[in-house]
């Protein structure tokens, strides 16, 4: 059973037993992130890299929001008699919508824009890769406890050149007063001959 699966099956238990104010739609959130990527563009690398993901949702009606983020990582690493540097960035805006599932448990659905680029510098030159496309998903977002919220989501990304594939994306928020909570993801996205994934560790401020 795939971890997404488990989680949803959680949010739905969680749905009919937590006792937790009303989710927010209005959040930004920033995390420090590490990022493996496997088989890029065939070249035999799998950079390991570490940066930041910023993000955020504001909410402009009952059912609908809007989200956005973006993310930067790096890695140093030696190709051949090169030391190199590889770099990866993705911006993404979109809208979402919400409908209740259980008492405590939100069904979402999400559309995004995304932008992504790959530099590989080295010997005193670089090299570019990107391209832009869109991603879908859709999930469950909700409380485990007054202080626990949990949200898994099904994705498929297609950015063109930089390929296209399904992935999952899971996390959890501890809260730690109404406004701040720590936040752990885990993210997956399959495409073609390259695979990423991403764990991040962070804040969320809701308001």
């Not at 088989?39 to 930041?52: E, Q, S, T, Y």
């Not at 929001?65 to 990866?88: C, E, H, K, Q, T």
């Given at each position: 059973?795939?971890?997404?699966?488990?989680?949803?099956?959680?949010?739905?238990?969680?749905g009919?037993?937590?006792?937790?104010?009303?989710?927010s739609?209005?959040?930004?959130?920033?995390?420090?992130?590490?990022?493996?990527?496997?088989?890029?563009?065939?070249?035999?690398?799998?950079?390991?890299?570490?940066?930041?993901d910023?993000k955020?949702?504001?909410?402009?009606?009952?059912?609908?929001?809007?989200?956005?983020?973006?993310?930067?990582?790096?890695?140093d690493?030696?190709?051949?008699?090169?030391?190199?540097?590889?770099?990866?960035?993705?911006?993404n805006?979109?809208?979402?919508?919400?409908a209740?599932?259980?008492?405590?448990?939100?069904?979402?659905?999400?559309?995004?824009?995304?932008?992504?680029?790959?530099?590989?510098?080295?010997?005193?030159?670089?090299?570019?890769?990107?391209?832009?496309g869109y991603?879908?998903?859709?999930?469950?977002?909700?409380?485990?406890?007054?202080?626990?919220?949990?949200?898994?989501?099904?994705?498929?990304?297609?950015?063109?050149?930089?390929?296209?594939?399904?992935?999952?994306?899971?996390?959890?928020?501890i809260?730690?007063n109404?406004?701040?909570?720590?936040?752990?993801?885990?993210?997956?996205?399959?495409?073609?001959?390259?695979d990423?994934?991403?764990?991040?560790?962070?804040?969320r401020?809701?308001?």
């Amino acid at each position: 059973m795939s971890k997404a699966t488990l989680l949803a099956l959680a949010l739905a238990a969680a749905g009919t037993s937590a006792h937790a104010a009303d989710l927010s739609y209005n959040y930004v959130q920033a995390d420090l992130i590490g990022v493996d990527i496997n088989g890029l563009g065939g070249l035999g690398i799998n950079p390991d890299m570490r940066g930041f993901d910023v993000k955020g949702s504001y909410a402009f009606s009952e059912s609908f929001y809007a989200i956005a983020g973006y993310r930067d990582a790096d890695d140093d690493f030696r190709l051949g008699p090169m030391s190199v540097n590889i770099s990866y960035s993705q911006f993404n805006i979109g809208l979402g919508y919400r409908a209740e599932a259980t008492e405590n448990t939100d069904w979402l659905l999400e559309v995004e824009y995304l932008d992504e680029d790959f530099v590989l510098r080295g010997n005193g030159s670089s090299e570019r890769a990107g391209d832009s496309g869109y991603r879908v998903a859709t999930g469950l977002r909700g409380k485990a406890s007054e202080k626990v919220e949990l949200y898994g989501k099904i994705t498929y990304s297609d950015a063109n050149s930089m390929g296209n594939g399904a992935g999952a994306h899971v996390g959890a928020v501890i809260g730690l007063n109404e406004t701040w909570g720590i936040t752990a993801e885990y993210q997956l996205d399959r495409r073609d001959q390259i695979d990423f994934s991403q764990i991040g560790l962070g804040v969320r401020a809701s308001f």
